[in-house]
């Protein structure tokens, strides 16, 4: 099926730093998504991202849709250590017909 | 509360038995999924339901099964012909066709 690449694959800062992360796809999305995943347990859903430039913010959190439409980037301003998880992005097609696909993850650490 | 609740947490299982794992959700949602993930990959689809008594195949279907029977409730087998069965599950649900996915906490399933 389709995939996701997101990057990077993990990534370890510092308290305070902020945080980027992006994900690409050789095909076009009308929405997407980013989740966070704690450890041993489900993702949750932080940002959702409907039209070609969006930007939206949800606290210390910025995502964007980009303009072509085949990727979207995170940012997390001033890390915490409760920020430690891994961040999936989530596409959906035009089509409607087609489940989300996901990325592999961002796995982020926090050094406090 | 509303929410999707997958049971149990955490499950073992000999090898060669099946295993149903159990997802329920409250929210009316009409599609329901059901992913895997391992240590260090995304989560890929195993079977999905837009509707009840109605399901499609993901991109990893083979050694596991599901029913529909009731708009809520959308469990899993792990049939003995799934090759490497030890994982973590995670249900999903989704208000109308496929838009954003909402999950459960996950099973972990521990097949020796």
């Known amino acids: 099926g389709q995939q996701l690449n997101q990057s990077p694959q993990s990534m370890f800062i510092q308290e305070g730093e902020d945080v980027s992360m992006n994900c690409t796809s050789s095909?076009?999305?009308?929405?997407w998504l980013w989740y966070k995943q704690d450890p041993g347990e489900g993702p949750v859903l932080l940002i959702a991202l409907y039209k070609a430039g969006e930007l939206t913010s949800n606290g210390r959190l910025t995502a964007q849709f980009g303009i072509t439409r085949k990727d979207s980037f995170l940012n997390i301003s001033a890390s915490i250590p409760s920020d430690v998880g891994i961040y999936f992005c989530a596409g959906l097609g035009n089509s409607g017909n087609t489940p989300l696909v996901f990325g592999k993850g961002t796995r982020l650490s926090v050094i406090a | 509360d509303g929410g999707i609740t997958q049971s149990p947490k955490y499950l073992f299982r000999k090898e060669g038995q099946n295993v149903t794992l159990s997802c329920e959700q409250n929210l009316n949602h009409d599609a329901m999924y059901w992913y895997r993930q391992d240590p260090g990959q995304g989560l890929r689809l195993i079977y999905y339901s837009q509707i009840v008594n109605d399901f499609q195949k993901g991109d990893i279907a083979e050694g596991y099964s599901v029913s529909r029977e009731k708009k809520e409730s959308f469990p899993l087998t792990v049939t003995s012909a799934q090759k490497n069965p030890t994982a973590f599950y995670l249900c999903a649900s989704s208000p109308g066709g496929h838009t954003e996915a909402f999950f459960g906490q996950g099973t972990r399933l521990t097949v020796v």
């Open positions: 095909s076009i999305f009308n929405t």
